[in-house]
Every structure is written in C-alpha cells, then in structure tokens.
C-alpha cells in the first residue's frame, strides 16, 4: 500500500514548537511531488480536521482559522518532503497528525476549497503531538 511517511511530534510545553515531516520517495515520490499536500488532525473523540494545505508548486498554501499565524507548511523540492512547523503550541493542539495528498478530486494540485479530507488520500501513518505542562 502507497503511504506517506510522517517523523516529528512529541510531547511540548504550552507556548513551545515541534516540527513535522511528510516524506515520499522510491515509488511513492510522485505522489508527495505532484499533488497538493494537506495536514489533518484528531483529536481524542472528534472528527478529522484539516489544518493546512500547501499546493504541488509551494506557490499557495491554506491554513485553518485555528491554526493561522502559529502553523507554517512548507515544501522541500530536492528532499521530497513537506513540513508543518507548529509554533505557539496550545493544550488544544493535541491531536494525532495525519499528512495526505490531494488526489481524490479535480484540484490535486492546488488548495483550491476546504481542507477536506474526503478529496485525500495517501494517508501517511500519523503522529502524536502533545502539548501539556
């Protein structure tokens, strides 16, 4: 099965920043290289929410009003990689991140709408991120 793979996460202090990674390579690179990537989380008895998106150019990126002005999602071209940089962490941040590629709709390669995770797929394996004191 075609997956992402995702590295990053931990515990961290209210206030504190963690990075993560969404890699591809070998026969799943083109998936992380053509197609917009996207950034999702789940919290403990809620839903999957989306909470960044950056399109397959690095050109345009979406964040959720949530997360605006603390989260950065970049790309690495020559590493195959996409990050999401959380700073400012809070105790709601907690959640299991997921990275996807936008591939189940006309817009992969944009962040074209909502992050929505029906129109992703490729779900990488998903990471804790712990924000407590």
């Known amino acids: 099965q075609l997956q992402l793979v995702q590295s990053g996460g931990g515990l961290v202090q209210p206030g504190g920043s963690l990075r993560l990674s969404c890699a591809a390579s070998?026969?799943?690179?083109?998936?992380?290289?053509?197609?917009?990537i996207g950034w999702f989380r789940q919290a403990p008895g809620k839903g999957r929410e989306g909470v960044s998106c950056i399109d397959s150019s690095a050109t345009s990126t979406n964040y959720a009003d949530s997360v605006k002005g603390r989260f950065t999602i970049t790309r690495d071209t020559a590493k195959n990689t996409v990050y999401l940089q959380m700073n400012s962490l809070k105790p709601e941040d907690t959640a299991v991140y997921y990275c996807a590629a936008r591939r189940r709709d006309t817009y992969s390669t944009s962040c074209y709408g909502t992050i929505d995770q029906y129109n992703y797929d490729y779900w990488g394996q998903g990471t804790q991120v712990t924000v407590s004191s």
């Open positions: 070998g026969e799943t690179a083109f998936i992380l290289r053509d197609n917009a």
